[in-house]
């Protein structure tokens, strides 16, 4: 990479490096790890160590962890459990419609409702005595397993390069759900 990608600007290597670990953290869920800083090797690992590899596509595979780490987020914000509006109204921010195909992240609903509850990531229920019927997210066993809402605030506050008192009612609540063991 730079001696055919930066060739010119080899001495800003670590800002650009920076720079683009941080939208594959944001968009694809990756992190970018150094194994050798004398040679510059690196190695890509999923965000927050969970197992699920995230990949979709027609013929082009792209991991989507980093959408699921915004969910996960999402949830734990809503106090541990989300409505399908407000998931929705979020992810549209991202650029992520309900039932319309997304470039990197395929059909969302079916990748939300179907993929991310049969993998255990999340847990999709009908709103109890709900007229008509409404939906909400919480957090699936393998979520649970796997992470912790402290490493979901920790790694989105890594790539928003906010502090955790930004957050307060959040940081306060995964800080003690950590204590707790959660």
């Known amino acids: ?14 800002e650009i490096v920076d720079a683009a670990s941080e939208c594959m953290q944001l968009v694809f869920g990756i992190d970018v790890k150094e194994v050798n800083p004398r040679t510059h090797t690196y190695v890509l690992v999923t965000t927050l160590g969970l197992t ?5 596509g ?3 595979r792209f991991p989507n962890t980093g959408l699921l780490v915004a969910v996960l987020w999402l949830i734990a ?13 979020a ?18 609903r079916e990748l939300l409702t179907k993929v991310w509850v049969q993998e255990q ?3 999709y229920r009908q709103v109890p005595n709900s007229q008509p019927a409404r939906y909400e997210f919480l957090w699936g066993p393998r979520a649970h397993a796997e992470t ?7 790694f989105l506050l890594r790539v ?6 930004s957050i307060p009612s959040l940081s306060e609540e995964a800080m003690s759900g950590e204590e707790e063991g959660t």
């Open 1 to 14: 990479m730079l001696s055919m990608v930066i060739k010119e600007h080899q001495g800003h290597f670590p």
């Open 52 to 56: 699920y590899d995230g990949m979709v």
């Open 91 to 108: 992810l549209h921010v991202r650029g992520v419609h309900d039932w319309k195909e997304h470039c990197i992240y395929g059909e969302p």
């Open 160 to 165: 928003y390069k906010r502090v955790p008192n």
């Open 148 to 154: 912790t809402k402290l490493k979901v605030l920790d």
């Open 58 to 60: 027609d013929g082009h």
């Open 77 to 89: 914000t809503e106090g541990d459990c989300a409505s399908e509006e407000e998931i929705w109204k």
């Open 121 to 123: 990531y999340l847990d």
